[in-house]
């Protein structure tokens, strides 16, 4: 029998710890725990002040450089020999290329806020904290400051990475970090209001995808139709007054997400704690495949709305491959990002510094990978759960065959389409097919990155500056990565020529193939 009321223990409400006094009784027990003191602390902070100039100043040097290139006036002079592709087209204005880059910017902050959650605690906090008679609010208002304050320092610096990178002055530069600063703590807010809405993350990830994947679209419709926008620096005083808006929304946007953060049920929380973890131990363990894994979280397929008898496949190889493409195709942010890549090529095609040698192999290279990653989600999700595939009635070297298809043909194709305009341009449609080669290798590549096995930590470390790093776990991370590069080179020489020579064609398609043969072999039994 329960007892009686009078007798159950009660809890005095003024000796309750509220979440601010909770989190700052945490931060005292695990700095006595930590046992570091001052000169300790001091040496961290300047260690990380140090690496992130560095870094910040690495970054700024290849944007600058970048902005230079894209600047200039004249294409690429590439091979020697008459008839050579030398880049064409007409370049974009800088302020055009710099609001596409802007809003690019923007919207990958939104689709990050989007993913992660901008609100809520750690694990440990979740376990220990919420179950607690604390406040709620007092536990995750901090979570909302460094949101807000994380969300307009990355628009901030996107979009001032944006005016360097397409040569813009100084002023417009400036304006435009303004811009972005405002904008980054607005979508960030609107995340925050979202997130108790099991929904709303989902869907704004899925606009950001969305907008992402159309402003190359948008691009190419608007240098095609000879479109020009003045940079921010041309109208300083309607730049600052659209900033102040900003500003001013974002700031009552911020206020109404802090009254109203305690209304985060459970199961965002312990959402938002998971996908903090495990893109923690992606970057911590240098595993770029559950890296991909955690930010791409968000491109969720939709539900079929009617059943299919899929009545035209035939054998378990047939229903792999229909699988992998029902996936894709009930995944709107990964087709959308198939068009953006393919819009995202034609329109490398008037930048003097993409349109041909170097930056045209690189564009290329990174658009066939990231059309090829796409298509082999269905292989991600499979390398998690083995027992699927080893239940059909295939060899593991038929499965992997059998997976490299839909990647292969989502590279191909993305990548022809977007060297049509250079086919048209140089009158050869051989362009087109030595993008497709190349497409099928990124494809192989995508595959073999995707189904590797995991790395041996168990084996000898390697110091680096980010820590001890097994070196089993480089060998491991390059598979998949290596085979790209291979397939890449064909291509490449063909860019740097400036021509493509049957001979070109030839080996290309021989290491496309090379490719398939190696990522369909199973990895060997240690």
């Known amino acids: 029998m329960s007892a009686p009321a009078a007798a159950r223990p009660r809890t005095d409400p003024d000796e309750q710890l509220t979440g601010r006094e909770l989190r700052r009784l945490t931060a005292r027990v695990a700095a006595s725990h930590a046992g570091r003191g001052a000169v300790q602390v001091v040496t961290d902070v300047a260690y990380v002040v140090v690496s ?87 536990l995750l208002l901090p979570s909302v400051a460094a949101g807000a304050g994380g969300g307009a320092l990355a628009g901030g610096v996107g979009t001032a990475l944006a005016g360097l990178a397409a040569g813009a002055d100084g002023r417009s530069v400036l304006l435009g970090a303004l811009l972005g600063t405002a904008a980054g703590a607005v979508v960030v807010a609107v995340a925050g209001l979202l997130q108790p809405r ?23 419709v608007l240098v095609g139709s000879g479109a020009e926008l003045r940079p921010p620096g041309t109208w300083p005083a309607a730049a600052t007054a659209v900033a102040a808006g900003l500003g001013t929304a974002a700031v009552v946007l911020v206020a109404r997400w802090a009254a109203r953060v305690d209304r985060l049920p459970l199961p965002a929380l312990l959402g938002r704690s998971g996908a903090v973890d495990r893109l923690s131990a992606a970057l911590l363990s240098v595993d770029t495949r559950d890296l991909g894994r955690a930010l791409d979280a968000g491109g ?41 890549l393919a819009a ?14 170097p930056g045209l192999a690189l564009t290329v290279l990174a658009v066939g990978t990231r059309a090829a990653r796409l298509g ?31 990647p292969a043909l989502s590279g191909a194709a993305c990548v022809a389409v977007g060297l049509v305009p250079l086919a048209l341009a140089t009158g050869s449609a051989w362009w087109v097919v030595l993008g497709a080669l190349v497409g099928v290798g990124c494809g192989a590549g995508a595959l073999r990155g995707m189904l590797r096995p995991e790395p041996d930590w168990s084996g000898p470390l390697l110091a680096t500056p980010a820590g001890a790093v097994p070196v089993d776990a480089a060998a491991v991370a390059r598979q998949g990565p290596d085979l790209v590069l291979l397939t890449a080179l064909p291509f490449a020489v063909a860019a740097l020529l400036g021509v493509v020579t049957p001979a070109l064609v030839v080996a290309q398609a021989l290491v496309a193939l090379l490719a398939c043969v190696v990522a369909a072999q199973p990895p060997r039994r240690r």
């Open 300 to 340: 969720r397929p939709l539900r079929p709305r009617r059943a299919h008898a899929f009545r035209r496949v035939r054998g378990p190889r047939g229903a792999l491959v229909a699988a992998d493409a029902v996936l894709l195709a009930r995944t709107p942010s990964s087709w959308a990002q198939l068009v953006g």
């Open 376 to 406: 082999a989600a269905g292989a991600g999700m499979a390398e998690m759960v083995p027992a699927l595939d080893a239940s059909l009635p295939l060899s593991a070297r038929a499965v992997r065959a059998a997976r490299t298809v839909l």
């Open 198 to 220: 099991p929904s709303g993350p989902r869907a704004l990830g899925a606009v950001s995808d969305v907008l992402v994947a159309a402003v190359p679209v948008l691009g190419v």
């Open 344 to 357: 995202l090529l034609v329109l490398a095609h008037d930048v003097p510094a993409l349109a041909a040698g």
């Open 52 to 138: 992130v100039l560095l870094a910040a100043g690495l970054v700024l040097g290849v944007v600058s450089a970048v902005g230079d290139a894209v600047a200039m006036d004249q294409g690429w002079t590439v091979g020697g020999s008459e008839g050579a592709w030398r880049g064409g087209g007409t370049p974009p204005s800088p302020g055009l290329l710099q609001a596409l880059l802007a809003l690019v910017a923007v919207a990958l902050v939104g689709s990050a806020a989007a993913r992660l959650g901008p609100a809520g605690v750690g694990t440990a906090g979740v376990h220990w904290w919420v179950s607690t008679p604390a406040d709620r609010r007092g």
